[in-house]
């Protein structure tokens, strides 16, 4: 294992940036591995910039709608003011045709103005999400970090665990040589005394079966 797996504090998180920037990072609440690899480990912080990201981009779809919808209406104003001012041409200063045309010209000016300012929201959007993003890439990086340390202690458990049953088998190991080596002595004494013949027979009375090395000792 590393070294860097044995920090104890997860630091303060942040980056730069430029650099993300650079590394052309997606939308992290739209990114189908985020989502996987951050299911069960989302906090509230990261929840909430999810959801700042998605009203965001509902905020662009609608603005680039209504950019449309403003296009259109500034389109058709600036054809009826000007079809006003033909006809004012054609047949002089009719009041009713110089009303009309102030009063297109007004909402024109005002179409104008709704646009541009339009404009200027969605311009500035890709950075607010940029920004947005940017505090859930590093929110995100802290909450693996946290989950890092939390593996890293789960897994200095296991491997103490992990000694101690070896330990413990080692042990077992060689308390079950001491038994059998106990076995083959009585085994061998009890042979020595009574002969082959009787040592099969007793075999059978007392229902033990002597490993193959210990019956080709007592054979010799």
């Not at 389109?75 to 009719?94: F, M, R, V, W």
Request: hydrophobic share 30%; net charge neutral; proline share 3%.
């Amino acid at each position: 294992m590393s070294e860097a797996m044995f920090f104890k504090k997860c630091p303060k998180i942040h980056f730069d940036p430029e650099v993300v920037r650079a590394a052309q990072l997606p939308l992290l609440s739209r990114d189908a591995q985020w989502k996987k690899m951050t299911d069960g480990i989302r906090n509230r912080k990261m929840t909430q910039l999810m959801q700042e990201t998605e009203v965001g981009l509902q905020e662009q779809k609608q603005l680039q709608q209504k950019i449309r919808q403003l296009k259109t209406m500034k389109k058709q104003l600036t054809q009826e003011i000007l079809e006003h001012s033909h006809t004012l041409n054609q047949n002089g200063n009719d009041f009713s045709n110089i009303q009309q045309m102030d009063i297109k010209r007004d909402t024109l000016r005002k179409t104008s103005e709704e646009l541009e300012s339009a404009y200027g929201r969605l311009e500035a959007l890709p950075d607010r999400l940029e920004d947005v993003n940017l505090q859930l890439l590093e929110e995100t990086a802290s909450a693996v970090c946290r989950q890092m340390l939390e593996s890293d202690a789960q897994n200095q458990k296991l491997d103490q665990q992990i000694r101690e049953l070896r330990d413990k088998l080692n042990q077992l190991r060689e308390e079950k040589e001491q038994v059998t080596e106990r076995l083959e002595t009585w085994y061998s004494f009890l042979h020595h005394l009574v002969g082959p013949k009787e040592m099969e027979k007793l075999d059978s009375q007392i229902a033990f079966q002597p490993q193959p090395d210990q019956q080709k000792q007592v054979k010799k």
